[in-house]
């Protein structure tokens, strides 16, 4: 590592959590993918103006976003590109890995088991679930499936954070308190419901089904089409 003049200086983080808006946080993950893009083409320094064109929004848009968590560039410069992205990535606990669970052995659970493109990103899905008698004790994708009973005890011996949920929706909420239970405070729901939990859980819900129906409306209206 180089010392003294040159040193590449991290930008300093000051942030209250709680002061971020949802929305905000939503969006730092495109920076990450595009950063990280951009990256990998050995691109030194970024504008506002080229993220904006990548991710479609304003360039007063991206600088108030960042402002929330530091002071990121200088005018007229842009943005340091390695520096930018690995601070980002450390704003979203993206440089440590986070063990997972997924909680029903349908089809669709099975195939996130299956699903390649989460470890490279940090998540490591080391639990499978399913209430199925006739499932438990057998193996998709190198995981045993477990009785539901035995979440409290692995969230704790695996050091489980996620929960990915892919069970009915009859089922969903009871899966969903269990976890809550057990310690886990994130939650990625594919369940169609919306799930009742404390304050201190953060879910995600998300259904392709919802989002193909309001798709329609669109090809129905297209006058409505901005």
Not at 95 to 112: E, H, P, Q, T, Y
């Amino acid at each position: 590592m180089a010392s003294g003049a040159g040193r590449r200086r991290r930008t300093q983080i000051h942030y209250v959590p709680g002061d971020v808006p949802e929305v905000v946080v939503q969006r730092l993950p495109l920076y990450v993918r595009v950063l990280a893009d951009f990256e990998e083409q050995d691109m030194q320094v970024v504008s506002s103006e080229k993220l904006g064109t990548r991710l479609n929004m304003t360039p007063a848009q991206i600088r108030k976003d960042l402002s929330y968590f530091g002071r990121f560039g200088k005018q007229g410069r842009g943005y340091n590109v390695n520096n930018l992205v690995s601070t980002l990535r450390n704003i979203l606990g993206l440089d440590i890995s986070w063990n997972a669970a997924v909680l029903g052995m349908g089809r669709l659970g099975r195939a996130v088991v299956a699903y390649p493109g989460f470890e490279p990103e940090g998540f490591r899905v080391v639990a499978a679930f399913d209430n199925d008698e006739r499932l438990t004790g057998s193996e998709v994708g190198g995981l045993r499936v477990q009785a539901m009973e035995e979440i409290p005890s692995t969230v704790k011996s695996r050091n489980i954070k996620i929960g990915i949920v892919a069970v009915p929706a009859d089922s969903a909420q009871s899966v969903i308190d269990a976890l809550v239970k057990a310690g886990v405070r994130s939650v990625l729901n594919y369940a169609p419901l919306s799930p009742k939990v404390p304050s201190s859980v953060k879910v995600r819900s998300v259904d392709p089904v919802l989002a193909l129906q309001s798709m329609t409306y669109y090809l129905k209206n297209p006058a409505d089409v901005h």
